[in-house]
């Protein structure tokens, strides 16, 4: 009896370990899980999320079997961005790669030890994001978008095509940290161009109307935008009303000139160049490199692009010079 208990126990035991092992085997491996913080919408952030992936795919992830995305927009509603930062924190996610300087900044008071990733920023130094871009510190690094002071070389462009005295609105939003940045340096640039600015703030998509029937109303000849993820989220309508106001514009990405916009001048290029660009910081954080030890891209060239048709509906005859000098001309 005894000899047989014995044996029925260790029977038991073995059984037992060969379940447990069976059952180790089969649990699915965690894969990294990647939170997506965006200020615009989804159906604005579609072609740059899609490059985001691309650039994954490329690096041989595949979503959904070697890599998680959880995906959190603002839809252009800045003051909710803290919460969804803590909400994909809390997760928790592995890496948190953010559009627009109020979401990296929701993303950094979130966490000061979850890597994140900037898709797209500006200046991420001037805005105090980050220590300095060779060696960020911290846990941020990424892409970013431009430098204080590259609108008023966006103005100085524009210039080009505008009469002297010209009085330009310049649309930004009041609600990003990184607008009153910009505006100074569109403000001290406009006097030597012979410009006179008028202040259009716009932090909620119901005021795009009334915000150009004051332009209407202060005499204004042109438009210049600074870019914000609502200005992205809503470009098409900023640019039809544009149109209906017989205003040429100017932006600082091409994704504003694809809807209608007149002409775009910056180092942006287009959103999806940037988010491709992000993947690779993202595998490399995955893979152990920490963020503040990897340098940030910064722009290393402008591009001027020109939407031809939009100056025809408008009557607008562009200079021979800045056709000679725009990377690439929409007809």
Not at 245 to 262: E, K, S
Not at 273 to 286: C, H, N, P, Q, S
Not at 314 to 328: R, S
Request: with cysteine; aromatic share 6%.
């Amino acid at each position: 009896m005894r000899r047989s208990t014995i044996g029925l126990l260790v029977t038991f035991g073995i059984c037992l370990l060969w379940v447990t092992t069976v059952s180790h085997a089969q649990r699915p491996a965690k894969i990294p899980r990647i939170g997506m913080l965006l200020g615009n919408s989804r159906d604005a952030a579609a072609p740059s999320l899609e490059a985001f992936r691309q650039g994954l795919h490329e690096l041989g992830y595949v979503e959904g079997q070697t890599i998680a995305l959880e995906y959190r927009f603002a839809d252009g509603k800045v003051e909710l961005l803290p919460a969804l930062a803590t909400a994909l924190v809390q997760l928790p996610v592995d890496v948190i790669v953010t559009w627009g300087t109020p979401a990296a900044q929701a993303a950094k008071d979130a966490t000061p030890t979850l890597p994140i990733v900037i898709g797209a920023a500006l200046d991420p130094v001037a805005t105090g994001l980050v220590a300095n871009f060779a060696r960020p510190g911290g846990n941020i690094t990424g892409v970013m978008t431009a430098i204080v002071g590259s609108n008023a070389k966006t103005l100085e462009v524009f210039k080009d095509m505008l009469p002297g005295g010209t009085r330009v609105a310049v649309l930004s939003n009041p609600a990003s940290p990184a607008t009153a940045l910009q505006l100074r340096a569109v403000e001290a640039a406009a006097p030597a161009l012979g410009l006179s600015l008028h202040s259009a703030a716009v932090s909620d998509p119901t005021e795009f109307e009334h915000a150009f029937t004051v332009m209407a109303r202060e005499h204004t000849g042109a438009l210049l935008v600074i870019g914000d993820p609502i200005f992205i989220q809503h470009r098409r309508r900023i640019a039809e009303l544009a149109q209906a106001h017989g205003l040429p514009t100017m932006f600082d990405a091409r994704d504003y000139v694809d809807v209608g916009g007149l002409m775009a001048y910056g180092p942006i290029g287009s959103y999806p160049a940037l988010f491709r660009r992000a993947a690779g910081f993202v595998d490399k954080i995955l893979k152990g490199a920490k963020p503040g030890d990897l340098p940030m891209e910064q722009p290393m060239y402008y591009k001027l692009i020109i939407n031809l048709k939009t100056a025809q509906a408008l009557g607008i005859t562009i200079p021979p010079m800045l056709l000679f000098q725009a990377d690439e001309i929409i007809r």
